[in-house]
């Protein structure tokens, strides 16, 4: 590691505190987000599923929303400075490593994993009340194609360390384009992308993640894939903050994150599904595709994308 990256983490670190933890907690509740988010839990909501009383109360959307759309550049340095840092694990909000000399380094700083929830660490979980907002945000899927098969003809630990490999490259990549890591289920993988943490372009990064993301298994390579995957992206207007109670997450809730949980059923190995309006500007000259997805009284319009 540099210098100067050292010198980044350090001021990251003292300045992250500032990004996030000044909001305050407000009685306004806030308006009911449905669903879950993974392929797996989508299937149990299809009727949109009501929000437990506890996620219904703690911060004012104010708050949140502003962090959520406009941002707040200590957040920002972080996440850019803590990225070049080794080693995975992460924090999913500011990036902070917990593995290897440096995690335990910034552990002793108080940026160690969270007893709530150990995808994050104890700043960003537990200094931050429950609550979040409403705020439109580009959501990925990817998932390993016929994983079950490929299960069960390797050995056990063959199979992990295919999964392992897959976890590693598909983070790097999306941390690249400043996603939100939310999920790492089984065979697949969820994040998110929004406007203060990944920027004004934020949808057209999530489409550009999707293409890095298949090419990052070896499509377009002369070598072919190592791994067969697809990829799902979706966009609208979902609840993202911290929900919970004794364990807490730092997550995306609504119906446009269920879809995209049952768009990636769709997509083929080496295939990214772009649903009609996350950023046509990037795929209105590729295939066109409408999918009937449970749940969803009308067909889906995506734009298909082969790498």
């Not at 000044?22 to 509740?29: F, L, S």
């Not at 449905?34 to 989508?42: C, F, N, T, V």
């Not at 993640?209 to 609208?236: M, R």
Request: hydrophobic residues 40%; aromatic residues 6%.
């Amino acid at each position: 590691m540099t210098r100067t990256a050292r010198r980044q983490a350090a001021e990251a670190s003292i300045g992250i505190s500032d990004a996030v933890f000044t909001v305050r907690p407000a009685t306004t509740p806030l308006r009911n987000p449905a669903g879950r988010m993974s392929r797996h839990m989508a299937d149990m909501n299809d009727g949109g599923a009501a929000v437990p009383s506890d996620w219904q109360t703690g911060l004012s959307s104010g708050p949140w929303h502003e962090v959520l759309t406009d941002g707040h550049a200590s957040l920002v340095r972080a996440r850019h400075a803590f990225r070049y840092l080794p080693s995975a694990p992460r924090c999913k909000l500011c990036n902070n490593p917990f593995g290897g000399p440096v995690g335990r380094l910034f552990a002793a700083a108080g940026f160690r994993r969270s007893r709530k929830n150990p995808n994050l660490c104890t700043r960003c979980c537990d200094a931050l009340p429950r609550g979040g907002a409403e705020v439109d945000i580009a959501v990925l899927f990817a998932d390993v194609r016929g994983s079950t098969a490929l299960g069960h003809r390797r050995a056990a630990a063959d199979f992990a360390a295919l999964l392992n490999r897959f976890y590693s490259a598909a983070t790097q990549t999306l941390l690249r384009h400043d996603a939100v890591i939310d999920k790492l289920i089984g065979d697949e993988v969820m994040a998110f992308f929004v406007q203060g943490i990944s920027g004004p372009q934020y949808r057209q990064r999530a489409v550009e993640a999707g293409v890095d993301l298949l090419k990052t298994v070896g499509y377009g390579t002369p070598d072919g894939p190592w791994l067969n995957v697809g990829v799902a992206i979706n966009a609208g207007v979902a609840y993202v903050g911290n929900v919970g109670g004794a364990v807490v997450d730092f997550t995306a809730l609504g119906s446009p994150v269920n879809a995209a949980a049952r768009m990636q059923q769709h997509a083929a190995g080496g295939e990214l599904l772009v649903a009609d309006g996350v950023a046509n500007e990037l795929t209105a000259d590729l295939q066109r595709r409408a999918l009937n997805l449970r749940g969803q009284e009308e067909p889906i319009n995506v734009f298909v994308r082969k790498v």
